[in-house]
């Protein structure tokens, strides 16, 4: 999802990295308030711990494999303006040290991966942790945070694309989302086994909980989120209909540019026998989130022996 | 350990390149990168002026043209891949050829600059220019670990692979994901002693 430079257009670069600069700032606000002396080293560690961790890779089906992106890991771990500090200095060094994702994009890439992937991530994390009590409810809320963030951070990117003018929406948002919603299965389930062996072996090492739930914090970065998604998503949804013809008219092509960026051969997620809509897919949203809503809960169930485990007393791994 | 994949030059090279003050030096990359982004692709001068900047600065540095080739290809398959596809439709193909340029450029400048720039000159840039001291020093931490916890990775993942045979699906995704949680503890238990490191030297 790193976008790399010349996929953004001067005034996208401008607007994104000023949201990412508010995003960093509040972060680092409420590190420096919140975060101990002592526990600071910790942000850069867990930033290169990030990094190590994202070359350990998963195999998936048919000889591929994927990997951790971590936002929501790292926010469920050390707290939410932590996990922002930590995937900007990840996105800062892969960009300048690596060359990965471009120096004009940092600020959307920053905005994407750091502050809508952590921001919400975390957010729906601990929302639904609290409906749904216990470790396997925590475990269930986190994978489907993880899987959300995913997503979500791809629909931003595709925005962000559709408003230079790159990639319409119609292509980038059913290509990003398609296959994000793959590879958020996949971060939700590692994120989940993660965050279950470090709870195992060593439970007072997550800073996060027993942390109260703070309001303030969710809403202003779901503020900052949702000025963003009002900037780059908004545009597209209204004339949506009005677009359908002329984006049926490209997609000719434009079907075909897809096809070949993904070679996996993916199900699309509209609804059958229903033209294809903003109903439809809005639709079609809330009920592929309430099916892997349904799959989080399920996992917790299958990772989390009883119920009343209680930390510390699981079974030793090693 | 960590060599093959990092690849970097600086420090066994030394040209008038790697010597320039490394405030001129990444003041004219973001100049660069942010000019080539901007600028309409019929502006062919400013492309011009570029690649020529670009060529002089790798003759002079003699960074090796195959590792820069290798870098670009590595990095870019997103990039090629999309321009390539578009390449065929006449309707995209001015449009992404001009995003396939000017990502090119700007990956090869970042490149050039990381490569004949130590990273912590970078960072006493940023110092300079008041970017928040916890950022820089979080900046610093990474880079000083990433690659102490790269290997450690390594070596749990070959200790792991030592002890276990190829066994089902479930079982390798569990076994990899308590080697990445034990890397967090790790880490976390090496912050502590950082700290203390870092007080007993007078750190404040």
Redesign the interface.
């Known amino acids: 999802m790193h976008i ?7 005034k996208t ?1 401008a607007v994104t990295a000023a949201l990412a600069a508010t995003g ?2 509040l972060a ?1 606000r409420a ?2 308030r919140e975060l101990p ?13 990030i ?3 994202q ?5 998936v089906l048919g000889g591929t494999s994927g990997h ?1 992106i971590g936002g929501t890991l790292v926010a469920a ?1 050390l707290g939410p303006g932590a996990g922002v ?2 995937m ?3 996105l ?2 892969q ?6 994702g ?3 994009t940092l600020g959307a890439n920053i905005f994407n991966m750091g502050i809508v992937s952590v921001g919400c991530g975390y957010a729906l994390y601990r929302l639904l942790a609290r409906m749904f009590p216990g470790l396997r409810g925590q475990v269930a809320a986190l994978a489907f945070g993880a899987w959300a963030s995913t997503v979500l951070a791809a629909i931003s990117c595709a925005g962000q694309l559709a408003w230079s003018g ?1 990639v319409p929406w119609a292509t980038g948002f059913t290509a990003m989302v398609s296959v994000h919603l793959l590879i958020g299965i996949g971060e939700g ?2 994120t989940a ?6 709870h195992r ?2 439970p007072e ?1 997550i800073t996060d909980t027993g942390r109260p739930l703070r309001g303030g914090e969710l809403i202003r970065y779901g503020l900052l989120a949702a000025l963003g998604v009002a900037v780059f998503v908004a545009p597209f949804a209204c004339p949506w209909p009005d677009g359908l013809e002329a984006v049926a008219a490209r997609l000719g ?1 434009e079907h ?2 897809t096809a ?2 993904i070679p996996a051969p993916l199900a699309d997620y509209h609804i059958p026998g229903r033209h294809w809509g903003p109903g439809a897919t809005a639709l079609a949203g809330v009920i592929g989130s309430l099916v892997v809503f349904g799959l989080a809960l399920a996992l917790g169930r299958w990772l989390v022996p009883q119920p009343e485990t209680k930390p510390g007393a699981g079974p030793g ?1 090693s | 350990m960590s060599a093959h994949w990092l690849g970097h030059h600086h420090g066994q090279q030394q040209s008038p390149v790697h010597r320039l003050p490394v405030a001129l030096k990444l003041g004219a ?2 100049l660069l ?2 000019g ?3 600028v309409p692709l019929d502006f062919t001068l400013w492309f011009g002026s570029v690649a020529v900047v670009l060529t002089l600065v790798i003759l002079i540095s003699r960074i090796s043209l195959l590792f820069l080739a290798k ?1 670009l290809l590595v ?2 398959p ?2 090629l ?2 321009a390539l ?2 390449a065929f ?1 006449p ?2 193909r001015g ?1 992404w050829l ?6 090119a450029l ?2 090869l400048t ?2 050039l ?2 490569n004949t720039t130590p ?1 912590s000159g ?1 960072l006493r840039v940023l110092q300079r220019m008041h970017v ?1 001291a ?2 820089l ?10 690659f ?3 290997d ?2 390594e070596r749990m ?1 070959r200790a792991r692979a030592s002890r276990t045979f190829t066994r089902t ?1 479930r079982l ?3 076994t ?10 790790r ?2 238990e ?3 002693r ?2 203390d490191a ?1 007080c007993a030297r007078g750190w404040k």
């Open positions: 790399p430079d010349g996929f953004l257009d001067a670069v960093v700032g680092l590190v420096r002396p002592r526990r600071r080293p910790l942000l850069g560690l867990a930033a290169a711990f990094f190590a961790a070359m350990v890779n998963f195999p951790l771990l500090v930590v900007t200095t990840v800062i060094v960009c300048f040290l690596f060359g990965d471009g120096v004009s790159r389930f590692i086994l993660v965050f279950l062996a470090v072996t060593r090492i092509f075909q540019a070949s960026l791994n | 990359a973001l990168i942010l080539t982004v901007i870098r990095l870019s997103f990039v891949g999309v596809v578009n439709h309707a995209t449009l001009g995003v396939a340029l000017k990502s700007c990956l970042v490149t600059l990381a990273f970078i928040p916890l950022l020093t979080t900046i610093a931490l990474m880079h000083r670990y990433l102490v916890l790269a450690e990775s993942k699906r390798q995704w569990q990899r994901a308590t080697v990445i949680g034990q890397l967090f503890i880490a976390s090496r912050a502590e950082i700290y870092m």
